[in-house]
């Protein structure tokens, strides 16, 4: 979220910047200076201004494009539509491949080398991972962890990109159904809480009747045992009698 | 009397001031009580389940702390005496504690004092005025000691003193201001552990295991609640209630993409495992119950009924 507080200094500052701008060459110039800027991801306030939409009718229509790119494409977008875009400068191409990381970070949690590696024109995994944890991790925009032995990337953190008019449904659907699973295991875990007290309840009325039944039978084994000790010593008292007068008569 | 400060100060209160706060109030009410039961033995005609006849007492005390610009953070507190013949302070043992104070904690001033009741009053005023002269702007906190369930804040309020004209005479009010809660690690740990205590014959398992669920419960609800929320806002933009605000979308789709949080099939293995283990230790520790209670059992059959057939074996008789 911190990403989001650096940023809206410089989207108010181009926001002003190219509202102010008359002509269509200062705008454009404005959108390459955005486009560039190293600590600027987001691009849709710059996108809804009006004077920036006229470019359209313009012929300098391919940077309202190129802003267009840059709020929701990737790279590979860029690559099938070179010949319209204009030529991207070395730190536009950064940006617009860290987005591209956003993008796929978006639908998979566990991103496989070989896939980033294609999707960024990196060749080798030690460019990969050079490029992933200077330019996205360092800047902010990622946190994950880097897997060499299983050769994947696992996102924890994305920032967010700028929103593509479908995603708002889909954003909204998402969060219903976590309010409903959530809904659904409060029910469970008071179900759990019930039982563990009904089961408690229960294992302590047993515990009780079987002291109960211990104390019963103790008892009634003293009654029966003592009785049974008295004989059983008066017995042998009369038995050791009667061998003492044998013996010693 | 109290309306909404605008002195622009921040206040963040530490937890200890309002434990010791409570602390002390509890300890004077609780000594109050032996002189209370005598009282109420002797009155048995008419009282009925009148607990205490006596209005709650008033505690006074002193915070300190650090002010840094605007912001006031206030990290302790002690107690003072009230002297209710004159109506303020114990000014000399102010001064001794202060003295005391000051050589362990040298950053520490005096920034205001505290009492408890339920709302600032006139009489307060006074005792205000006559800190006035160790900090020129002294804060007052209030602690409510009145239990109230269905109040989901802290009952601590903190007032400052403001100059305002009142039928053209300039009198110092007060207002009420807000304040955070700010913790150091030491104050946190034992907040905690306060938060937590199981109930003392809480040995059993069951009941264990229900506390620990409430926790839970309890935890999913807020965030439940705080989802909710987000719902309803976005909600509200799509229809076009609430302008779209850019920002605030790109944050909550870069919170979506965590959610599957734990998805991934390793974590089903070590999941699994883990569960497995558990089982499987409780499993053994549920046989070698049994198998000692059957050990036991054995021996006291042996005991009982091998005696039976040894005639002659004397017992200690004589």
């Known amino acids: 979220m911190d990403i989001e507080q650096r940023q809206s200094e410089l989207i108010d500052q181009f926001v002003k910047q190219a509202s102010a701008a008359s002509n269509t060459s200062a705008i454009s110039s404005v959108i390459v200076d955005a486009t560039s800027h190293p600590l600027l991801f987001a691009f849709s306030e710059i996108l809804a201004l009006p004077n920036v939409l006229q470019l359209e009718a313009t012929d300098e229509k391919f940077y309202l494009d190129l802003l267009r790119l840059f709020a929701h494409g990737i790279w590979s977008d860029y690559k099938s539509n070179a010949d319209r875009l204009p030529q991207l400068v070395p730190d536009q191409i950064l940006k617009l491949k860290q987005l591209t990381v956003l993008t796929l970070a978006e639908t998979y949690k566990v991103l496989p080398y070989d896939q980033l590696m294609q999707e960024l024109d990196v060749t080798n995994v030690r460019e990969l991972e050079d490029f992933l944890i200077n330019e996205c991790m360092y800047a902010g925009i990622v946190r994950g962890k880097l897997d060499q032995l299983r050769r994947c990337f696992e996102v924890q953190f994305a920032a967010g990109r700028d929103l593509r008019p479908g995603q708002l449904g889909n954003m909204i659907q998402t969060l219903s159904d976590w309010l409903s699973t959530s809904e659904n295991m409060l029910v469970s875990i008071q179900d759990k809480i019930k039982w563990a007290d009904s089961m408690s309840e229960v294992d302590k009325k047993h515990r009780k009747e079987v002291e109960e039944k211990v104390d019963e039978v103790k008892k009634s084994i003293f009654k029966v045992g003592w009785i049974y000790f008295y004989c059983f010593t008066s017995l042998e008292f009369f038995i050791l009698k009667y061998i003492d007068d044998i013996m010693f008569r | 009397m109290a309306s909404s400060s605008s002195s622009g100060l921040t206040f963040k209160l530490h937890p200890l001031v309002i434990v010791n706060i409570s602390d002390h109030y509890t300890r ?195 965030l439940h609640s705080r989802i909710k929320v987000l719902h309803h806002y976005l909600l509200a933009m799509e229809k076009g209630d609430v302008p779209c605000e850019n920002s605030l979308l790109r944050q909550v789709s870069s919170l979506l993409r965590r959610l599957p949080a734990i998805e991934s099939g390793k974590f089903q293995d070590d999941f699994l495992m883990e569960y497995n283990d558990t089982l499987l230790i409780s499993y053994l520790a549920m046989l070698t119950n049994c198998s000692s209670a059957m050990n036991d059992l054995v021996d006291k059959f042996s005991t009982a009924y091998d005696r039976h057939t040894r005639r002659g074996g004397r017992t200690a008789f004589m």
């Open chain 2, 28 to 222: 004077v009410k609780s000594q109050m009580n032996p002189t209370l039961a005598p009282h109420n033995n002797a009155t048995n005609n008419g009282g009925d389940g009148v607990v205490s006849s006596l209005p709650p007492p008033r505690v006074f005390g002193c915070v300190i702390g650090v002010q840094k610009g605007r912001t006031v953070e206030i990290f302790n507190s002690f107690e003072l005496l009230y002297d209710p013949s004159t109506h303020s302070l114990d000014r000399p043992f102010l001064e001794k504690k202060q003295e005391l104070y000051k050589k362990v904690f040298p950053h520490f001033y005096i920034l205001g004092w505290y009492s408890t009741g339920s709302d600032a009053e006139e009489s307060d005023m006074h005792i205000h005025k006559a800190l006035m002269d160790i900090n020129e702007s002294p804060v007052y906190v209030l602690l409510n000691p009145a239990i109230n369930h269905s109040q989901k804040d802290l009952p601590v309020s903190i007032f400052e003193s403001e100059l305002h004209v009142i039928d053209g005479i300039p009198q110092l009010i007060f207002v009420r201001s807000s304040y955070t809660i700010e913790t150091v690690e030491a104050e946190r740990i034992s907040v905690d552990h306060v938060a937590h205590l199981k109930p003392s014959d809480g040995g059993s398992a069951a009941t264990q295991l229900a506390a620990n669920l409430t926790g839970i419960h309890s935890a999913i609800k807020m």
